[in-house]
């Protein structure tokens, strides 16, 4: 069965389509400025479950996850337009009210201003079109198709962490204070997660970004296959949630959510080390290298060298 | 219970909104154009039915519902969005090749450039949000809040087309070469209607305008609320569809069709007669005119007033 990124590119060739391909698509705006814009659809049983969530968890995450979008291209968020759907039993309640507070109090941190949208009924799950455009000077959004051969891989921050919440949330846990602290931020990484701010990014000269919202496998075989690269990452080098500790799991039961858990929405960025402070990577987590090695991503493990095959989420 | 219009107003206050509440939001892009952008989600059996309709007529039918609000703000469409949730069974055929092909010829008219999106896996029913976008030279969108007592009002074409096509689908007649002309005709309106293009408007002065979705009495309710304005309608001017002499429908039901049918996609406007050229105006439909008499629409109807309700689609 082909997969939604196979039929994306599909329809990118048949038609053309020159934006598409990126976390966002960028569009001139002024003569100092271009515009970058992404959409993001929320299907209820498929990206969320009511029984795990709250409404105003689910406004909060649906805008996130398309800020994380915009921070990887090194973008500031301006304005949104969210398009919501719901069934009758939701409308006569305070969910809608719940949904749109949950999603302005992290629009309002972001700077975010709601512009537009549409309201709509439907019969049974709800379903969310998050739409997010922002800003970059002229011509400095971050791609994920500019990584070279030799750029060093950094990530942002620890990985695995929603992924591990998703597993508690499957395995009946749900977001409560009778969860110990550990649980508990898992738990909210998954049904709230904080996207990064990604300006920054842009200031200090980083070669090519994505964020990782597939999980890293897949993302970074996005950025491989946009730049005609290879990689190579070292597994002690991954940055694994803290709260891992406390959780009784296997070392390959956690490598596995470090490397195909998705929606830990940390950005992965390229960086040719000779050009950047040395003082702006230390906050970063170093775990590999880009190669010449075209479409490979090798994962270095205990000494011995595997093929790191993209097993992040697909829809199909 | 509240309709969705009273809860987007709801919100709009609660959040200080200022961009909400046209077809269009219009936001700043250079020193010479505004952008205007909008939304529309299409949910399956809600807005359209399978078994009604055909995949291409589909791709068609979600462009063309958000062409008619970047018509009505008399601005020149430029680039869209396009989300699309579809169930394993669709994405396993000719689908969504046949979605986007319906979807690209009308886009390729209208000069429409697909910049990005999403696809999602949904169990069950097909939901869709387009999100298109324009420009218009700056200052120029056309609102729904600038009527005045006195202006002139007129539709750009036909009405009740799409309403009555979608009665006929209702009865269970198909889009088939088996229907005679105006059958078809009607049918076609409603599966794959044809939006006006509307910077024609902008360049000639029209004061106010909105596009007809929800339906008449619903839309000139809308530039009534925005424009503090009432309205005055002469039933015997209104613009029936040329196809329903071919329909067994008594006068009453056509009139119900052409006041509170959806979907023409024609455009409602206002004008000061005395700034507009009457050759302009000429190829439109004069059906009535502004009133000092906030938020009442009066219908004269064989020599009789009475107060018109708006009655066109609502979710909620």
């Known amino acids: 069965m082909r997969s939604e990124f196979e039929f994306i590119q599909h329809i990118k ?70 398009s919501i759907g719901v069934p009758e039993k939701l409308w006569n309640s305070d969910f809608l009210d719940e949904f749109y507070e949950g999603w302005h109090d992290l629009a309002k941190e972001f700077g975010v201003e709601l512009i537009g949208g549409d309201i709509s009924r439907v019969l049974d799950k709800i379903v969310i079109d998050s739409v997010l455009s922002g800003e970059v000077p002229k011509g400095k959004a971050i791609l994920r198709s500019v990584a070279k051969p030799g750029d060093a891989i950094y990530v942002s921050g620890e990985l695995g962490g929603a992924a591990a919440g998703l597993e508690l949330l499957k395995n009946g846990l749900r977001n409560s204070e009778k969860l110990n602290s550990a649980e508990l931020k898992l738990i909210r990484a ?52 803290s709260n891992f500790g406390s959780l009784d799991l296997s070392s390959e039961k956690k490598l596995d959510l470090v490397l195909n858990g998705g929606e830990d929405f940390e950005l992965l960025f390229t960086v040719d080390e000779k050009k950047i402070s040395p003082e702006f990577l230390t906050e970063f987590h170093r775990i590999g290298e880009a190669t010449a090695n075209v479409g490979i991503i090798e994962l270095i493990n205990a000494g011995e060298t595997v093929v790191l095959e993209p097993k992040g989420y697909r829809h199909f």
Chains 1, 2 share one sequence.
């Open 190 to 241: 998954q049904l709230a997660p904080t996207p990064k701010k990604g300006f920054v990014f842009q200031t200090f000269g980083v070669a090519a970004m994505i964020d990782l919202s597939d999980g890293l496998s897949s993302d970074l075989a996005h950025i491989c296959s946009a730049s005609g690269i290879g990689a190579k990452i070292f597994s002690e080098t991954l940055p694994i949630n």
């Open 13 to 82: 060739k048949k038609y053309a389509l020159k934006h598409i391909g990126d976390d966002c698509a960028v569009l001139p705006k002024d003569d100092k400025t271009d515009m970058v814009i992404t959409a993001d659809l929320l299907v209820e049983d498929i990206d969320f479950r009511l029984d795990w969530t709250t409404a105003k968890f689910l406004g909060h995450k649906a805008l996130a996850v398309s800020l994380s979008d915009i921070a990887a291209m090194g973008a500031t968020p301006k304005w949104a337009m969210l």
